[in-house]
């Protein structure tokens, strides 16, 4: 990370009154902490000197968290009985649900809500991976996102909730960097003229913790987004720059992004992915008003400005490019 936004995440002078919200000697309780998104949380908290409990179902694959001294609980978002456990002790709570069947995710969402209900927890963030629609909404995990949000409400627990546009974290994907370094492209499956504000997990990591650690002063609803809407060809322009190669943005027939899809993560994951992409092409205003609008300043967040495209690739390149770099 560059060190002006390093030096950003220490400066709480513009929102120091929201630490007493926090009590320091109780740890946050962060859900998916081996996940992009749970682990980006987990360090933000961290960075901000927040004690870090992280939730996970199997602590094998946790070296990571270990080594960066996180106190990991065990649990499966099915067992109410052991989500109540990890969040006994706990001052807080980021929860989020995985991306699954209706019924397994208001399962899930129904008991980490209700462990955090009987553990007293005084502030508890949902995270959700996108927008939210009702039914009649076609697209499912929409419509799935809605219904865990009318959980989180119903539950009388929830301080906020944080939702992103697009994340930039869909470039390392070992697929799309492959492209980036042996073609010089990235495809994605929508359309070159379709406007997006893109947001990272640490950003979106950072304006949850910010969150969390301001309670009843953050209550709200809030979409992270970028600092600017970009076209297709805008967005390959800012990697190119990033790089510091050339690089041309086309957009990847559906159909071809689910089998893709559904050979690297399961059938399931490529037809749900495929489902939303679908869903935005075809509903162009709804895809703006989820998508496209730029960051504007959010009081609650106090000094926070979201990272630029052009930043968030130049700190990644080694990782993008890996070997291919040539210095």
Same mark, same amino acid.
């Given at each position: 990370?560059?060190?002006?936004?390093?030096?950003?995440?220490?400066? %709480?002078?513009?929102?120091?009154?929201?630490?007493?919200?926090?009590?320091?000697?109780?740890?946050?309780?962060?859900?998916?902490?081996?996940?992009?998104?749970?682990?980006?949380?987990?360090?933000?908290?961290? &960075?901000?000197?927040?004690?870090?409990?992280?939730?996970?179902?199997?602590?094998?694959?946790?070296?990571?968290?270990?080594?960066?001294?996180?106190?990991?609980?065990? @649990?499966?978002?099915?067992?109410?009985?052991?989500?109540? @456990?990890?969040?006994?002790?706990?001052?807080?709570?980021? =929860?989020?649900?995985?991306? !699954?069947?209706?019924?397994?995710?208001?399962?899930?969402?129904?008991?980490?809500?209700?462990?955090?209900?009987?553990? !007293?927890?005084?502030?508890?963030?949902?995270?959700? !991976?996108?927008?939210?629609?009702?039914?009649?909404?076609?697209?499912?995990?929409?419509?799935?996102?809605?219904?865990?949000?009318?959980?989180?409400?119903?539950?009388?627990?929830?301080?906020?909730?944080?939702?992103?546009?697009?994340?930039?974290?869909?470039?390392?994907?070992?697929?799309?960097? @492959?492209?980036?370094?042996?073609? !010089?492209? %990235?495809?994605?499956?929508?359309?070159?003229?379709?406007?997006?504000?893109?947001?990272?997990?640490?950003?979106?990591?950072?304006?949850?913790?910010?969150?969390?650690?301001?309670?009843?002063?953050?209550?709200?609803?809030?979409?992270?987004?970028?600092?600017?809407?970009?076209?297709?060809?805008?967005?390959?322009?800012?990697?190119?720059?990033?790089?510091?190669?050339?690089?041309?943005?086309?957009?990847?027939?559906?159909?071809?992004?689910?089998?893709?899809?559904?050979?690297?993560?399961?059938?399931?994951?490529?037809?749900?992915?495929?489902?939303? %992409?679908?869903?935005?092409?075809?509903?162009?205003?709804?895809?703006?008003?989820?998508?496209? =609008?730029?960051?504007?300043?959010?009081?609650?967040?106090?000094?926070?400005?979201?990272?630029?495209?052009?930043?968030?690739? &130049?700190? &990644?390149?080694?990782?993008?490019?890996?070997?291919?770099?040539?210095?």
């Amino acid at each position: 990370m560059d060190a002006a936004y390093d030096a950003a995440l220490t400066d %709480f002078s513009c929102w120091s009154s929201f630490m007493s919200v926090v009590d320091l000697s109780k740890p946050v309780l962060v859900y998916l902490a081996n996940g992009v998104q749970g682990g980006a949380v987990a360090r933000a908290a961290s &960075r901000h000197g927040l004690k870090v409990r992280a939730l996970v179902r199997n602590p094998v694959h946790s070296s990571s968290l270990e080594e960066a001294g996180v106190e990991l609980a065990q @649990a499966d978002l099915f067992d109410l009985g052991s989500l109540v @456990a990890a969040s006994q002790g706990a001052s807080g709570a980021v =929860i989020q649900i995985p991306m !699954g069947a209706q019924s397994d995710m208001a399962a899930q969402a129904t008991h980490a809500f209700n462990a955090a209900k009987i553990a !007293g927890l005084s502030s508890i963030i949902l995270k959700l !991976g996108s927008a939210s629609r009702p039914e009649p909404c076609e697209e499912p995990s929409l419509v799935a996102n809605a219904m865990v949000e009318d959980i989180a409400r119903q539950s009388g627990m929830l301080s906020a909730i944080v939702r992103p546009t697009m994340y930039l974290d869909n470039l390392l994907r070992p697929h799309t960097r @492959a492209d980036l370094v042996e073609n !010089g492209l %990235f495809a994605a499956p929508i359309s070159e003229s379709q406007q997006i504000a893109w947001t990272s997990a640490d950003d979106c990591a950072e304006a949850t913790v910010r969150l969390l650690m301001a309670g009843p002063a953050g209550v709200g609803d809030y979409r992270i987004s970028g600092p600017e809407s970009l076209s297709g060809d805008a967005l390959a322009e800012r990697i190119m720059v990033g790089l510091g190669r050339p690089i041309v943005y086309r957009a990847r027939p559906l159909d071809g992004f689910e089998q893709d899809m559904d050979k690297a993560e399961g059938r399931a994951a490529g037809r749900r992915l495929a489902s939303k %992409f679908r869903y935005l092409a075809t509903h162009r205003d709804d895809a703006d008003a989820i998508l496209a =609008i730029p960051y504007s300043t959010i009081v609650e967040l106090g000094d926070f400005f979201p990272t630029s495209v052009e930043t968030w690739i &130049r700190d &990644r390149r080694q990782i993008l490019l890996g070997s291919d770099i040539a210095e």
